[in-house]
């Protein structure tokens, strides 16, 4: 009776760690194929001799086109080791092309989810609070930056990992089903929004002096504005650069603009 050829934790383990610097590898024909190979290797010397038609034809197909968020890329690789002990436990019955076919399907929706996440919903907060510490020169401002960029990423990736290897294809399934990832991912954009929100309250400050006399009475129009919608014109102003770079405004150009015309609306007494 051939042995059961299994993956050990250990490989499981050097292929976590070999996938953390895949943007350093980062190319534009492959984007990140080549780092993805390189964190398969430790699993794949366990499961095919070093040296065989089988091994080569694994490095192949680990290093076709791969591109997803990430944070999301261990679940796939999970997913790709679990796959790959199964072809080399029967390589006669199991479909190779399905590997690759596999990964081709993952890495679009998992991007998608994996940017909403930790590039919209994450980073935004991380900003959000560790910008507005470090204005009160609260030194945890960075600190808290990087941790809460870090540790949520850090947590998907190993448990990833573990749920890809032990049955990613079925709990991705079942999720699909269940729309549970369309309701965390729409849970997680509502709150980048409040944060968005947050930052533009606290973060950026546009206020008027203009005063008018009416009748002996003297109108502040900054009142006025207060009355009608606190931090009014900084939502204005924050609006209005997003409609110009949704216009294909360039972000340089929208910063030289913004200082000139805060320069000159301050000389002449409007801001």
Excluded at 22 to 35: C, D, R, V, W
Excluded at 48 to 73: Q, V
Excluded at 103 to 110: D, N, R, S, Y
Excluded at 201 to 224: E, H
């Amino acid at each position: 009776m051939a042995e059961i050829k299994k993956v050990s934790k250990k490989a499981l383990n050097q292929m976590l760690w070999r996938q953390y610097p895949i943007l350093a590898y980062f190319n534009y024909e492959k984007q990140q194929a080549g780092q993805y190979c390189y964190a398969m290797i430790p699993v794949l010397k366990e499961l095919y001799p070093e040296g065989s038609d089988e091994m080569k034809e694994a490095l192949i197909r680990h290093n076709a086109f791969f591109n997803t968020s990430p944070p999301m890329i261990p679940f796939i690789m999970g997913i790709s080791a679990a796959m790959e002990e199964e072809n080399a436990n029967s390589p006669e019955e199991f479909d190779q092309q399905s590997i690759n076919a596999t990964k081709a399907a993952l890495m679009g929706p998992l991007a998608g989810i994996g940017d909403s996440l930790f590039w919209g919903t994450f980073r935004i907060i991380g900003v959000g609070i560790g910008a507005s510490m470090s204005i009160a020169g609260n030194p945890l401002g960075p600190v808290l930056y990087a941790l809460i960029n870090i540790i949520p990423a850090t947590i998907v990736r190993i448990v990833g990992l573990d749920i890809g290897y032990k049955g990613g294809r079925q709990f991705l399934n079942n999720i699909a089903a269940s729309g549970m990832m369309n309701k965390a991912t729409e849970a997680a954009k509502i709150m980048g929004l409040i944060v968005v929100g947050y930052m533009i309250a606290s973060m950026v400050s546009v206020s008027t002096p203009l005063t008018f006399d009416l009748s002996g009475s003297q109108i502040v129009i900054q009142d006025i504005f207060d009355a009608i919608l606190p931090n009014l014109l900084p939502l204005a102003v924050v609006f209005g650069c997003y409609a110009l770079l949704q216009k294909g405004v360039k972000s340089n150009w929208l910063i030289i603009v913004l200082i000139i015309a805060a320069v000159v609306l301050h000389m002449v007494g409007i801001l």
